[in-house]
């Protein structure tokens, strides 16, 4: 069983990073908030801040925020806009 979700970061321009991780970590407003694999639907604004995933060889990878965005969890796939 794939212990994974389809992650993509986004920002009006480009795509910074499109594949499948393990665990997420993003700035909210009220604090960091954690995705997992099989997470709730969910939709929430981000701040400024470093995102901090894993992708499936389990190396960590770092993307930072310099300003506000939103984030989207749907069916295993997360997406990431950055403004």
Same mark, same amino acid.
């Given at each position: ?29 009220? $604090?960091? !908030?954690? #995705? /997992? ?5 969910? @939709? ?24 506000? $965005?939103? !984030?989207? #969890? /749907? ?5 990431? @806009?950055?403004?």
């Amino acid at each position: 069983m794939d212990k994974s979700f389809q992650l993509n970061i986004l920002t009006s321009d480009k795509s910074i990073y499109e594949g499948r991780a393990v665990s997420l970590s993003a700035p909210g407003e009220e $604090g960091y !908030l954690g #995705v /997992l694999p099989d997470h709730t639907a969910l @939709v929430t604004t981000l701040v400024a801040g470093k995102i901090i995933f894993k992708d499936q060889k389990g190396e960590q990878k770092i993307v930072e925020s310099k300003g506000k $965005g939103f !984030l989207e #969890v /749907l069916n295993n796939e997360v997406t990431v @806009v950055l403004i």
